[in-house]
């Protein structure tokens, strides 16, 4: 187990208040959205502005999350046109990830929000669609108090190394793995 930083030896560092901070879930397992999403639920329960913005999945899925999040008042962008592999138009999909990105800049230094979701924005970097740097440059110049968490697999060291809080999920086992399908109400 790793040791914690400390103040003086034996003792553990000081604690101190931060305005807003930033999360990052990652990771080859299931449930770095799920995470978040929870995360969410946290932020609404304290009267927290909330909004989501997801990088790949389109205003056609309709998912749970989205239906209940819409209810509780977060403002909800699905801004892609879905996974990838499906895509009839990488060119498409691509220019739908740099617009999702546009408007998560903005929201970033709106000041609207005190948590703002950027799901599997992860990819659109790792693709090369995003700029790693531009992304990591616009979270440090965020509004002082917007929370962020970041979600995808493969996150860009430079994101990892910024964030405040990084969680890899690790895969074990999978369902998927024997051949059973998305389930509606555990998956989406």
Excluded: C
Aim: glycine share 10%; charged share 20%.
């Amino acid at each position: 187990m790793p040791e914690l930083p400390t103040d003086a030896p034996g003792q553990p560092p000081a604690r101190r208040r931060a305005s807003s901070i930033v999360i990052v879930n990652t990771g080859d397992g299931k449930g770095k959205s799920t995470a978040a999403f929870g995360t969410m639920l946290r932020a609404v329960a304290m009267a927290w502005p909330v909004a989501v913005v997801q990088f790949l999945k389109s205003g056609e899925w309709k998912v749970g999350e989205e239906a209940v999040a819409r209810r509780l008042g977060v403002d909800w962008y699905a801004a892609g046109d879905g996974f990838t592999w499906e895509s009839d138009d990488l060119d498409e999909t691509r220019a739908k990830a740099v617009a999702a990105w546009a408007l998560s800049a903005g929201l970033l230094g709106s000041g609207r929000y005190r948590l703002l979701i950027l799901d599997e924005a992860t990819y659109a970097m790792a693709w090369g669609w995003i700029a790693t740097a531009e992304v990591v440059a616009t979270l440090a110049d965020r509004s002082p108090g917007t929370n962020v968490v970041v979600t995808g697999r493969h996150a860009p060291p430079a994101l990892v190394h910024a964030a405040d809080t990084v969680t890899e999920m690790v895969k074990v086992k999978h369902v998927y793995d024997a051949g059973v399908r998305a389930r509606r109400g555990i998956d989406y």
